[in-house]
C-alpha cells in the first residue's frame, strides 16, 4: 500500500507541477495580449465564465478599446491568422472537407480557397441576374409571409436568408415548404450552433475521448454529413446538365476549377451566411417594435426616397442616411458576435511564449467601446449621423471583424441587411400584439446573441 501511496503522491506532484507551469506560461504570455483575464491550465477562461459566456462578463472583462485595434489587427493579419486545428471534424466520414474550407483551414489551403470564394463571389455579384438580384427575389417572397396576426419572425427570416445562399451555391431557391430545405435547414442551424458553442471547446480539449461518448457532437456530425450529401448531390447534378460558358453559381465555378479547390466552401457559406445575416434582421424587428419613433423615422424616409413599387437596391442606402444609420446601428447593439472564430498563435511567433496558445479575439466588444460611442448601451442611430444628418462611418464599426481574415461576405450581407430590412419596413408597420406591453430586448446565447423568441404583428401600411 505505501508503494502505490507513493506513485500516487508522485503522479499528483507531477500533475500539480505541470498546471502550475501551464499557468506561469499563460500569465506571461497574457502580458503580451490586450487586457483580459488570464486563462488557467486546461478549462482556459471557461472557469472565471462560471461554463456560461454572459455578455457583459464579457464585455467587462475583455474590453479592447479601439485603441488597442490597430495592434489586435495587426496581429490578427499576421501572427493571429490561423484557426485552431478543428479535430471535431476527424470522427466525420468526409472531415478533410471541413479543414479544406474556408473558414476552420491555414496556410496554403486556406489562401486558396479564400481567393477562389472572393473571386467567385464576386463574378457573381456582376450581370443582370447578380447576387442583388436573389436578394430582391427573396425579399419579395418574403413579405408574402407577414400578415395581420402575430408571428415569431426568426423562421421566415432564416428561410429567405438560406434561400439567397441557395441561390448563390446552387444557382435555385427552395419553396419554403420543400422537404431537402428543411433537411439542409436543420442540418447548418445544429452545425453553427455546434461550432460556436462551449460543447464544440469542450470536445476539442479531449476529442479521442468524447468522439466516443453520446453527446451533442454525435448530432452534429451527422450534419456535417447532411450538407456534404447534399453538396455531392448537386454537383452531379450541375455536370449532368453541363457547365455553361458563363457559369451561373457557385457550384459552376468549383466545377471549372475543381482542380485546385474543394467544394467545401459551399458548406462554409452556408455556415458563416445563414444565421448570421438572419440573426441580425430578427433583431431589426424587435428594435423596430421597441423604439416605434425610429421605425416612423425609417418609413418617412423610405417613402420620401422611394416608391411603393420601386424595386429596393442596395445603392439607394446613400439616398437615406437616416435607414442606413439604423441599420448600422442594429449591428452595433445586437453585437451578435461578440468573440470571434479561435484563433492560434502562428509557431514562428516573436513570443515565444505564446506560440500555440488558442486565443478568441473579442473584436465585437469594440462595439460598445465607451470610448468611441457616445451611449455604447443605447440603441441610438445618432452613433452613425452627423449634426446634419449624414451617414458618417465609424472606424470603431468591425462587426465583420477585420485583417486577412475579414468576413468574405460582408458585401452580401450588408446587401441582405438593407434590402430585407427596407421592403419590410416600406410594406408593414411592426407591432407587438394585443396585450403584450413589454420588449425584451436582452440577448441569448445560441450560436449567436439572439432575441428570446418574441411574436409580432405586421400591420399593412
Ligand atoms: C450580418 C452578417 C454577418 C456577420 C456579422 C459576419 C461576421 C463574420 C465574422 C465576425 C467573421 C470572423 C472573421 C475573423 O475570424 O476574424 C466572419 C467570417 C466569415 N464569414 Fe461572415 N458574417 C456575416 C455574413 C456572412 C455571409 C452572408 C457570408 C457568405 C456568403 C459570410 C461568410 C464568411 C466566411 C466564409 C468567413 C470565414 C473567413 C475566413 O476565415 O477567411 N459571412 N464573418
Not at 488557467?40 to 467587462?60: C, E, I, S, Y
Not at 429567405?160 to 431537402?180: H, L
Request: aromatic share 12%; charged share 20%.
Amino acid at each position: 500500500i505505501s508503494k502505490m501511496l507513493t506513485i500516487s503522491q508522485a503522479l499528483i506532484a507531477l500533475i500539480v507541477s505541470f498546471l502550475i507551469m501551464q499557468f506561469l506560461k499563460l500569465r506571461q504570455a497574457s502580458r503580451h495580449l490586450p487586457p483580459g483575464p488570464i486563462p488557467l491550465p486546461v478549462v482556459g477562461n471557461l472557469l472565471q465564465l462560471h461554463f456560461h459566456l454572459h455578455r457583459d462578463f464579457l464585455m467587462k472583462v475583455s474590453i479592447f478599446r479601439y485603441s488597442l485595434i490597430n495592434r489586435l489587427i495587426a496581429k490578427l493579419s499576421d501572427q493571429l491568422l490561423d484557426r485552431r486545428e478543428v479535430s471535431f471534424s476527424m470522427g466525420c466520414k468526409n472531415w478533410f472537407l471541413v479543414a479544406s474550407g474556408i473558414i476552420f483551414s491555414n496556410g496554403r489551403t486556406w489562401k486558396q480557397q479564400r481567393r477562389f470564394g472572393v473571386m467567385t463571389l464576386r463574378h457573381l455579384g456582376m450581370g443582370k441576374k447578380g447576387l442583388e438580384y436573389w436578394v430582391q427575389e427573396e425579399a419579395h417572397h418574403l413579405l408574402q409571409h407577414f400578415a395581420k396576426k402575430p408571428l415569431d419572425p426568426c423562421l421566415p427570416l432564416f428561410h429567405s436568408v438560406s434561400n439567397v445562399i441557395c441561390a448563390v451555391v446552387f444557382g435555385y431557391r427552395f419553396p419554403s415548404e420543400d422537404k431537402n430545405f428543411h433537411r439542409l435547414l436543420k442540418a447548418t442551424e445544429t452545425l453553427f450552433r455546434f461550432t460556436e458553442s462551449l460543447g464544440h471547446h469542450l470536445y476539442e480539449l479531449a476529442p479521442h475521448i468524447i468522439h466516443h461518448l453520446p453527446g451533442p457532437h454525435k448530432k452534429a456530425l451527422s450534419a456535417y454529413d447532411v450538407l456534404n450529401s447534399f453538396a455531392k448531390m448537386e454537383i452531379t447534378r450541375h455536370l449532368e446538365r453541363g457547365i455553361p460558358d458563363k457559369p451561373q453559381d457557385f457550384i459552376d465555378f468549383y466545377l471549372v476549377e475543381m482542380e485546385k479547390v474543394s467544394d467545401s466552401a459551399t458548406f462554409d457559406l452556408f455556415l458563416a451566411g445563414s444565421e448570421t445575416t438572419a440573426t441580425t434582421l430578427y433583431w431589426s424587428l424587435l428594435y423596430m417594435v421597441a423604439y416605434p419613433d425610429i421605425q416612423e423615422k425609417v418609413q418617412q424616409e423610405l417613402d420620401a426616397v422611394l416608391g411603393s413599387s420601386q424595386l429596393i437596391c442596395y445603392e439607394d442606402r446613400k439616398k437615406m442616411p437616416y435607414t442606413n444609420a439604423v441599420i448600422h446601428e442594429i449591428q452595433r447593439f445586437s453585437n451578435i458576435i461578440p468573440v470571434g472564430l479561435p484563433r492560434v498563435y502562428k509557431t514562428e511567433s516573436v513570443v515565444s511564449s505564446l506560440q500555440g496558445t488558442t486565443i478568441f479575439p473579442n473584436i465585437g466588444s469594440v462595439l460598445y467601446d465607451p470610448e468611441q460611442w457616445e451611449t455604447p448601451r443605447q440603441f441610438n442611430p445618432g452613433h452613425f449621423l452627423d449634426k446634419d444628418g449624414n451617414f458618417v462611418n465609424q472606424k470603431a464599426f468591425l462587426p465583420f471583424s477585420a485583417g486577412h481574415r475579414v468576413c468574405l461576405g460582408e458585401l452580401l450581407a450588408r446587401t441582405e441587411l438593407f434590402i430585407f430590412f427596407s421592403n419590410l419596413l416600406r410594406a408593414f408597420t411592426f407591432r407587438l400584439p394585443e396585450g403584450v406591453k413589454q420588449v425584451n430586448i436582452e440577448p441569448i446565447l445560441a450560436g449567436t446573441w439572439q432575441p428570446h423568441p418574441y411574436g409580432i404583428c405586421a400591420v399593412p401600411r
